[in-house]
Structure formats: structure tokens, C-alpha cells
């Protein structure tokens, strides 16, 4: 067994969005206004709660093109993301719901020696704003955002980066995602995958290392021993 003392070169990259911050609700609340107010949606062409979540871990950017292929420019595409992200936001910062245990986990890793960083397809401003409503953003040693990469999960590069960051071999690092996208991601990066169960189904994560139903099931040694394909 290899206990959280020993740990002196390994890594944990969170994700932000259902990982560090429930913030499923305010997505998709977000997502509805904006669309409201482009008047691109209407109660016979809804953007649907299945829509959404078939975008989990993709950038904004990305989705907006894709809900209007060959139809906007480049500079549309970025105003209505920052729209978007502001309207989110908003949200948030009248109700900011961390996940359960995510700080705790967060403050223990840190205490058992392990680098930390977040890799998110967010904007940066998101994920700023979650770090400081935990309080515990000190303890992030590196950060990389939607703002840091051309390719969205599940493309690797987002993780990638973050162990570039952090100086931290990616066979080291292990990887906290809520979202199929995400977790693949990690697979492809050769991190050892941990899938929450949440917004995605057990099944749906059923290709992550590891699959837990709450953060408070991980630990240290646990992470570590994930880490050492234990």
C-alpha cells in the first residue's frame, strides 16, 4: 500500500464543472436565456435538458457552432459566448453549490503532498470564480482553462498542459472528471481516470479507472494506489 506520506511526485487535475462546483442548473439555465435572447429558440424548438447534456465537457464555443453550423462568424461565435458565460456567472455568484466533499478532498491532497491543478473548458473567469468560492484556490498550483487551448476534451491537450504545468510526468497524474468527454480525455492522456457520478450516469463513466458516487470516497491512498495501478 503506498500511504498519502509517501506521495512526493504525483498530481490531481480536477475538472471545475460538476467536479469542484454543482453547477449543472446554471449552465443550463444560462444556456436557455441566451438563446432566449437571440430568439433562436422558441417553446417548439427548445434547447432541451438532453441537448445539454450531450455537450458536458465541450467548450461554448464549440457547442454554438455546432447548434448553428455555418451560420455565424467567428466574432459572433465569441459574443455569444461571453454573453453566455456572463449570464452563467450571474447565476452562480447568487448561489454558488460546491460539491460535497470537493474541498475537504482538495485540503487533504495537499496535506499528503500531491500538486494540484484544475484543467477546465471553461473560461477563466469561471473558473477563478469557483476557486475563490471555495477558498481554497492557494492550493491549485496550476490552472488551465478554455482561454489555454485550441482543443476541447476529449481531446487530451487540456490535461496535458496542466501536468506541463504542474512539472509532473502525465503517468503520474491522476485526473477527477464528471463527464464522458472528460474522462476519455484522461484515458487518452494515460492519466488514471476517476469518473463522479452525477451528471453522468455509472454506466456512462464506465470506461474511467475509477468511479465513485461522491467525492468523500476518495482519499489520498486511494488516489495514490490508482496512480501506482494498484
Not at 436565456?33 to 455537450?55: I, N, V
Not at 472528471?177 to 494515460?190: I, M, S
Request: hydrophobic share 45%; proline share 5%.
Amino acid at each position: 500500500m503506498v500511504t498519502p506520506q509517501a506521495v512526493i511526485c504525483d498530481a490531481v487535475i480536477f475538472d471545475v464543472d460538476g467536479v469542484l462546483v454543482d453547477s449543472y442548473q446554471a449552465h443550463f439555465l444560462s444556456w436557455r436565456s441566451m438563446l432566449a435572447e437571440l430568439g433562436a429558440r422558441s417553446a417548439e424548438d427548445p434547447f432541451t435538458e438532453e441537448q445539454f447534456r450531450a455537450t458536458f465537457g465541450r467548450t461554448s464555443r464549440d457547442i454554438i457552432a455546432q447548434l448553428y453550423p455555418g451560420e455565424l462568424t467567428d466574432e459572433e461565435i465569441h459574443r455569444l459566448d461571453d454573453r453566455k458565460e456572463a449570464l452563467f456567472r450571474d447565476l452562480l455568484r447568487q448561489d454558488f453549490p460546491a460539491i460535497d466533499g470537493a474541498a475537504d478532498l482538495v485540503e487533504m491532497l495537499a496535506d499528503a503532498g500531491f500538486a494540484m491543478a484544475v484543467g477546465s473548458s471553461g473560461p477563466p473567469e469561471n473558473v477563478q470564480l469557483t476557486l475563490d468560492s471555495l477558498a481554497c484556490g492557494n492550493l491549485f498550483s496550476a490552472q488551465v482553462t478554455g482561454g489555454d487551448v485550441t482543443r476541447g476534451k476529449p481531446d487530451p491537450q487540456v490535461f496535458l498542459m496542466a501536468a506541463q504545468r504542474l512539472g509532473v510526468s502525465p503517468e503520474r497524474c491522476a485526473v477527477v472528471e464528471d463527464a464522458p468527454a472528460g474522462v476519455e480525455a484522461a484515458n487518452r492522456a494515460e492519466m488514471a481516470s476517476i469518473g463522479l457520478v452525477g451528471t453522468a450516469t455509472r454506466d456512462q463513466l464506465s470506461h474511467a479507472r475509477l468511479a465513485v458516487d461522491s467525492m468523500r470516497e476518495l482519499s489520498p491512498s486511494i488516489i495514490a494506489n490508482l496512480i501506482n495501478g494498484c
